[in-house]
């Protein structure tokens, strides 16, 4: 048996730090607001590289609060993909703004800046990539057009902490980047726990307020807000794991690798390895026309894998009716043929050679 993801492994091998961390916050009694969650947002903006990073209890409240704080509202459009979680547009909906999907590229699966260019209209206020299995998106060419229409750019991180292009991570590109820590994504932490991040002192600001009650001092609320926060205990175990960030994606690219050496030869297409634009493979994603062969046969050995995703977005009934969208052709084909094999940071050759075998001639 092996499973799509181990997270076993990885507490066992960090099980004597996580534990005294967790030890020490129950003996504090401090459990939100405190110290870990302090030292966690500096050692995380000095990490990505950005002026703020502010924790707050999901990637999805990061989305949601971040596109606020960015002043997206009723009436706007904020262009995206139908190939990403609900999370990502169900932000965009909540915000009464309308999201806009645009096709992607069946190599990277991301948006494009030709795609997003032709989808602008005088409504357009935001763009809002998303760097999908941890593949960063072409950030210099959707920047440019960001800039010739003035649009805002909100990235969604959630799977994507610690990709980069040359040095610059993602999340610094933008206007804001919104990151999500559940338990499987590549920085995930034991529960819920996500981080918002910009450059932008008014920004910043404007998300605190949010995630905050709206209050920047005890009993005095300026707007209407929420409550979305990072408690310690997560904090202390995400202090630990970002320590530790940067081993566990090389050690995710050299699965990908053998993953993509060993497949090389079949009718399988792999990721890409693209030197300028960097990968930290979340998720190892295939292609296959014979997609459900081989999802089946992985089932019959008892070998996890997942569709990630199905159904673009835009067909699906809750954004069908409050969404505008071009032409998604690519979008469809990879829905129909996407399947994610096992990975995590920890995975073994002989497991990875077990799987290839197992689906390489299907
Ligand atoms: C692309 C993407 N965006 C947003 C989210 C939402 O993050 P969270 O589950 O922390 O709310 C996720 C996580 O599932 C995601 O994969």
């Not at 990885?10 to 401090?30: N, R, W």
């Not at 703020?52 to 002043?71: F, P, V, Y």
């Not at 199905?310 to 409050?322: H, I, K, N, R, T």
Request: glycine letters at 6%; charged letters at 20%.
């Amino acid at each position: 048996m092996i499973p799509m993801l181990d997270l076993k492994l990885q507490y066992a091998m960090l099980k004597s730090e996580i534990d005294a961390a967790v030890a020490d916050v129950l003996q504090s009694t401090t459990f939100i607001m405190g110290p870990n969650v302090k030292q966690f947002e500096i050692e995380a903006a000095n990490y990505l590289g950005v002026k703020h990073a502010i924790s707050c209890n999901s990637g999805t409240d990061a989305l949601h609060l971040g596109l606020r704080a960015c002043d997206i509202g009723m009436g706007d459009e904020v262009i995206t993909t139908s190939f990403t979680y609900a999370a990502t547009v169900e932000a965009i909906c909540h915000t009464g703004a309308t999201p806009v999907f645009v096709d992607i590229d069946p190599v990277t699966f991301n948006m494009t800046a030709e795609t997003i260019d032709a989808a602008i209209t005088s409504k357009t206020k935001a763009i809002l990539p998303v760097h999908i299995f941890g593949q960063v998106s072409d950030m210099q060419t959707i920047s440019q057009v960001a800039s010739n229409y003035k649009l805002k750019i909100i990235e969604d991180c959630a799977q994507s902490f610690g990709a980069r292009i040359g040095t610059q991570k993602t999340g610094t590109f933008g206007d804001a980047g919104c990151f999500s820590f559940f338990p499987s994504k590549n920085l995930g932490c034991y529960g819920d726990g996500g981080l918002f991040t910009t450059n932008s002192d008014e920004i910043a600001e404007q998300f605190m307020l949010l995630k905050l009650h709206g209050s920047k001092v005890r009993n005095q609320h300026e707007i209407i807000g929420w409550n979305s926060r990072l408690d310690e205990i997560q904090a202390a175990i995400l202090r630990i794991k970002l320590r530790n960030i940067d081993d566990f994606n090389l050690n995710r690219i050299a699965v990908a690798k053998k993953y993509s050496q060993l497949l090389n030869s079949s009718t399988i297409q792999t990721p890409s390895f693209n030197e300028d634009l960097s990968h930290v493979f979340h998720q190892f994603t295939i292609l296959s026309k014979t997609r459900n062969k081989i999802s089946k046969k992985l089932a019959s050995e008892n070998i996890g894998h997942a569709i990630f995703y199905p159904m673009p977005l835009s067909e699906q009934p809750a954004f069908s009716s409050v969404s505008r969208s071009g032409n998604l052709s690519n979008t469809q084909e990879i829905c129909s043929q996407c399947l994610s094999l096992p990975m995590f940071p920890e995975m073994s050759d002989e497991q990875i050679e077990q799987v290839v075998d197992s689906i390489k001639h299907l």
